[in-house]
Nanobody, 124 residues
Framework: QVQLVESGGGSVQTGGSLRLSCAVS????????VGWFRQAPGKERVGVAR????????DYSDSVKGRFTISQDNAKNTVYLQMNSLNPEDTAMYYC?????????????????WGQGTQVTVSS
């Protein structure tokens, strides 16, 4: 059974930082694509960052480029999202998801398994 467990969300003020963690278990393939997505109230879920755990390649949405960093710890089967210079527009539920490594992208519809999410709230 594939499980993804997110942690690290919370409330911060503008300019603050948070680090989200996504622990992946039960996924058959070592090589995979892990993405972070977010959904604000009344809005669609959008991709913010993804990593190909085989090649190490990463990609970011324009809205977070230069502020967020995705990384991995293969020994722990965990992917992190370091979020710096947070602003109220970053407030959302953050989800991680996993899929196969080919065609790794920020498109949510291509991901197979999802976590339950962790809330991030940024106040001004």
């Amino acid at each position: 059974q594939v499980q993804l467990v997110e942690s690290g969300g919370g409330s911060v003020q503008t300019g603050g930082s948070l680090r989200l963690s996504c622990a992946v278990s039960g996924y058959t393939y070592t090589n995979k694509c892990v993405g972070w997505f977010r959904q604000a109230p009344g809005k669609e879920r959008v991709g913010v960052a993804r990593i190909n755990t085989w090649s190490g390649s990463t990609d970011y949405s324009d809205s977070v480029k230069g502020r967020f960093t995705i990384s991995q710890d293969n020994a722990k089967n965990t992917v992190y999202l370091q979020m710096n210079s947070l602003n109220p527009e970053d407030t959302a539920m953050y989800y991680c998801a996993v899929r196969g490594p080919w065609g790794c992208s920020l498109t949510s519809a291509t991901y197979d398994y999802w976590g339950q999410g962790t809330q991030v709230t940024v106040s001004s």
